[in-house]
């Protein structure tokens, strides 16, 4: 359990109360920072751009993984890297030019990573693993928070894993949507180190801190 890495997403938090929900997290745990940057294009809705990330930076000392749900998201990433961000995911769907994309985040001094929503294949990123430091298993299709679990997911993760592991890659699996309790064991069960939650964490009826608490207990239950 300790290797697996809890990213509340910030989807879920109060807008208005952005760095204090981030500070908040932070102190209940949590070991990344989810960021997710949608654009009105890629998936219907809209949220922020390089400067609140540079806001949130003042919030918390952890990792800022940004989540671009972007179309050519090559023309954004110097900009997210500049504001903060530790790790950049870009979608395999919205990219055209992936090699220069990943390369160009990893020569500004972050981590790359690549998503790919449900109804993407695994092979499909087959030649790109060797270049990535993450790979991000959509379990809902992006776009919304508070979705139900895919249940293939787990499956699909261990994919991932087995390809990393042929290619020789040290890459990371990230998971994505509509992780809770009952589904926490089930990714870190198939091999999933990051765990991004947000509805779970931000809705939780008894807190942020007793959800953030009960997650990592359950990320542990599958391991
Ligand atoms: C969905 C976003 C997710 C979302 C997760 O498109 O990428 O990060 O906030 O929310 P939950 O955990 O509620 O599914
Ligand atoms: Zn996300």
């Not at 654009?39 to 990792?63: N, Q």
Request: charged share 20%; net charge negative.
């Amino acid at each position: 359990m300790a290797d697996i890495k809890l990213a509340p997403s910030i989807l879920s938090a109060d807008f208005a109360r952005l760095g204090e929900h981030v500070a908040e997290v932070t102190d209940a745990g949590a070991d990344m920072i989810h960021v997710d940057i949608m654009d009105g294009h890629f998936v219907p809705a809209l949220t922020w751009g390089p400067r609140t990330v540079e806001a949130i930076r003042r919030w918390t000392h952890l990792p800022l993984d940004v989540h671009m749900m972007v179309e050519n998201p090559e023309r954004h990433v110097d900009s997210f890297v500049d504001a903060g961000a530790d790790i950049v995911t870009v979608h395999f769907e919205a990219c055209v030019q992936l090699h220069w994309t990943v390369d160009r985040i990893r020569s500004r001094g972050a981590r790359a990573g690549v998503a790919i929503s449900p109804g993407t294949s695994v092979a499909a990123i087959d030649e790109a693993l060797p270049w990535l430091d993450q790979v991000l298993v959509m379990s809902v299709n992006p776009g919304l928070p508070g979705q139900k679990f895919i249940t293939s997911s787990p499956q699909k993760i261990a994919r991932v894993r087995e390809l990393l592991r042929q290619r020789g890659s040290e890459a990371v699996v990230e998971v994505d949507g509509g992780v809770n309790a009952d589904t926490a064991p089930l990714v870190a069960q198939a091999g999933a180190k990051v765990v991004v939650a947000g509805s779970a964490v931000f809705d939780y009826p008894d807190g942020i801190e007793a959800a953030v608490r009960l997650l990592k207990e359950r990320l542990g239950a599958g391991t």
